[in-house]
């Protein structure tokens, strides 16, 4: 469904000032797949969407999106995919069937089709109770919801959504994925596969639960793309915390090291654990053998075997599972949580104005 050879995109800013935003991305995403691209502010996610949808030229490389060349053929792209950009693309003085007859009207059905398939959306999407409603009264997660409605009025195979989210609630996300998964799981009982998407987002939960695939970009660059487990248990591992008193530390740690499944040992003396900064000589009583393991429930009843028979008293174990941002911890050195969580850049593609060429 996408093939990338060597993506790349170059803005020249002045004569001396020449951004790299994305180096030579390959990227292949098979027909059904739902892939989440994830990355820090300006690791190039949305100029490689932006590329893949037509309204950025790349400055060297390949991209074939739907069997389509993005450089040779951008019209037959445009009419393959569903593009979903940052922001509210809807305008914001028409009626929202209005609006979504409108967009099908855009994409060549007949006025009788567009109006069928704007209602079947409204359903949809939980939209059909605000049909007559202005645009510009919708909440923001209804607005997202419409936004999700004009990206699939042509039943795309392919749809992209560009930070479908961000700004949006707990509540209203958990919503707009429900719709999101429910039409995919509608289109693939119709007509084959499920719709393919490709979506960026900066909710790292988002990426983990939703996506069956995620390719982590940092620079411009891919550094992993697997699935949100595989890439947890190969490049970060769980988390096992071992707590003793101060003596039995170092013998801890040696046991720790000694499993077949550890990674990592690290000894925490401190006893300010609890993170309030206010240790004292009378709380100075534990620490903390801190393990990084293969699989940490498998690791601990052997931990505790051995700690028992060295005569060490663990005081209490905690295992947590990776988070994805202990992958892009692990991969850059670099937490995703406090590089990306600036959602501020609110721009608009829309592919009528913006192919640039
Ligand atoms: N039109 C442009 N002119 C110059 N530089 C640009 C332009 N568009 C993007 N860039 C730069 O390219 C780099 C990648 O930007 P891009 O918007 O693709 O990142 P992103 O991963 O989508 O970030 P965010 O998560 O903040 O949306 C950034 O350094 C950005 O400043």
Redesign the pocket.
């Known amino acids: 469904m996408i093939r990338t050879r060597g993506l790349t995109k170059d803005?020249v800013?002045s004569r001396h000032e020449t951004?790299h935003?994305?180096r030579g991305i390959d990227l292949d995403v098979e027909a059904g797949e739902l892939v989440a691209v994830l990355?820090?502010?300006?690791?190039?996610?949305?100029?490689?969407m932006r590329m893949l949808t037509t309204l950025l030229a790349p400055t060297s490389g390949t991209a074939h999106v739907a069997g389509h060349d993005v450089t040779t053929a951008p019209h037959r792209v445009r009419a393959a995919i569903g593009y979903v950009g940052?922001g509210n693309g809807a305008a914001s003085v028409q009626q929202v069937r209005d609006e979504l007859v409108l967009q099908g009207r855009v994409h060549g059905l007949d006025r009788r089709a567009a109006e069928y398939r704007a209602d079947e959306l409204l359903e949809a999407l939980d939209l059909a109770p605000l049909a007559r409603r202005k645009v510009d009264s919708l909440s923001g997660g209804q607005r997202r919801r419409l936004d999700v409605a004009l990206g699939l009025v042509q039943a795309p195979p392919l749809l992209f959504l560009d930070?479908p989210s961000t700004g949006l609630d707990p509540h209203n996300r958990a919503n707009l994925w429900e719709h999101v998964l429910r039409l995919r799981t509608r289109s693939a009982e119709s007509s084959g596969p499920p719709t393919t998407i490709v979506l960026?987002t900066?909710y790292l939960d988002e990426a983990d639960t939703m996506a069956e695939r995620v390719v982590v970009?940092d620079h411009?660059e891919v550094i992993a793309d697997d699935t949100a487990d595989a890439l947890k248990a190969d490049l970060a591992g769980d988390h096992v915390a071992l707590q003793a008193a101060p003596e039995h530390l170092a013998v801890l740690a040696q046991i720790a090291e000694r499993d077949a499944g550890t990674r990592e040992v690290a000894v925490d003396v401190t006893a300010d654990h609890d993170g309030a900064g206010d240790a004292g000589p009378d709380r100075l009583s534990t620490g903390v053998v801190s393990v990084r393991s293969t699989d940490g429930t498998r690791a601990v009843p052997g931990l505790l075997r051995a700690a028992d028979a060295a005569g060490v008293d663990v005081l209490g174990v905690q295992v947590s599972r990776p988070t994805l941002d202990d992958v892009f911890l692990a991969l850059t050195g670099r937490s995703l949580r406090e590089t990306?969580l600036?959602?501020s850049?609110g721009r608009t593609p829309d592919l009528t104005k913006e192919v640039a060429r």
């Open positions: 803005f800013v951004v935003a994305v990355g820090p502010n300006g690791a190039g996610k949305t100029t490689t940052q930070e960026t900066h970009v411009g990306a600036d959602p850049s």
